[in-house]
């Protein structure tokens, strides 16, 4: 397998909906809802960390977590992904959305 899966982070689109890279600018929104291993994000600082830790799982090949965005108005209404399933080609799905 080549890696990271794709040459270019992929982003998809569906009325209304745009699934895209989380960028360090998205995680005020989405400090509430953040989690890596399980383990929730406190501060702003550990949520950076826990999306360089995602952003590395994309570059190994383990794993695509996207942003889930409201076309409409911009707005971050939680992640989605698929998780621990490149190497082994199955794998889960698993999604946070806010309130």
Not at 33 to 61: H, S, V
Not at 65 to 91: E, K, L
Request: aromatic share 10%; hydrophobic share 40%.
């Amino acid at each position: 397998m080549n890696l990271p899966p794709y040459d270019t982070f992929p982003e998809l689109a569906a009325e209304g909906l745009l699934l895209r890279q989380v960028q360090a600018e998205d995680l005020p929104a989405l400090l509430d809802i953040m989690f890596y291993d399980g383990q929730p994000a406190q501060t702003l600082d550990q949520a950076l960390g826990m999306q360089a830790k995602i952003d590395q799982d994309y570059q190994n090949g383990d794993s695509i977590h996207w942003g889930i965005v409201d076309a409409s108005n911009g707005a971050m209404m939680g992640t989605v992904g698929y998780y621990r399933g490149f190497p082994q080609q199955s794998g889960e799905l698993g999604c946070v959305l806010k309130p």
